[in-house]
């Protein structure tokens, strides 16, 4: 079973541009997470998609934005990009289940970086 | 304001001896804590997690204890090996929307453990 999948892999911007980030998730998957991981403040949730809606939203200004499209895949975007955006950004998909509880399978990153 | 907190940055241990790992957290809304481990240029990878109900759950050589009076967890890893050395995260959530499968996870900012052969 493939894995949640990120591209681009490594990214370098300039400060003011816009980025845009893909998420693939793992097959049957319908619940996409994003969060970033800097060394100062670790890994920091961005915000949750469910079915093409966001259900849940982290502490980021509103230059960070996503999406999800019908078959689970995600984006998200930075604009007005700054050198503070610099990070590797992590998603994570999961399964519905039963419980409220499951599993986050995380993707290798994309690691951006603001110049 | 942190809600979870790793307070060691870094922890060396002999390979064949217990490792353990400590969380603390603040918010008292979490029911259910995960530990993940992270390789550089990897994801994070699930590791173990426990219920607010529980006060230790058991997978192999791992060990998760929850002491919800002190708002601590721990992770003990019996015995260590090379390929345990990584960075360890501790995480905590709570039901957003209940049984729906929806949750945000607070991290703390990990353990680097390095298993000295």
């Known amino acids: 079973k493939a894995g949640v999948t990120q591209t681009p892999r490594y990214l370098i911007k300039t400060r003011g541009q816009q980025v845009t980030l893909s998420c693939s998730p793992i097959s049957g998957h319908r619940s996409v997470s994003w969060y970033q991981q800097t060394p100062g403040q670790g890994l920091q949730f961005l915000f949750e998609y469910f079915s093409e809606t966001q259900r849940n939203k982290g502490n980021f200004p509103g230059r960070f934005s996503g999406r999800q499209f019908s078959n689970s895949r995600s984006e998200m975007n930075v604009s007005t990009l700054e050198l503070g955006d610099s990070a590797l950004y992590l998603c994570a998909s999961s399964k519905p289940g039963t419980g409220p509880y499951n599993e986050q399978f995380f993707g290798p990153g994309t690691r951006l970086t603001v110049l | 304001d942190q809600q979870v907190k790793q307070n060691s940055p870094s922890l060396s241990v002999q390979e064949g001896r217990i490792s353990i790992l400590n969380c603390d957290y603040t918010n008292s809304m979490f029911d259910y804590f995960l530990w993940y481990k992270k390789y550089p240029a990897e994801g994070p990878t699930f590791l173990i997690s426990?219920?607010?109900?529980?006060d230790k759950n058991e997978d192999g050589r791992f060990t998760v204890f929850l002491n919800k009076s002190a708002k601590h967890l721990s992770l003990h890893i019996v015995p260590s090996q090379p390929g345990d050395s990584a960075v360890y995260f501790c995480?905590?959530?709570?039901?957003?929307?209940?049984?729906?499968?929806?949750?945000?996870?607070?991290f703390g900012k990990g353990t680097k453990l390095s298993v000295i052969p």
């Open positions: 426990i219920s607010s109900i529980k």
């Open positions: 995480a905590a959530t709570q039901d957003t929307y209940s049984g729906a499968g929806s949750y945000q996870l607070t």
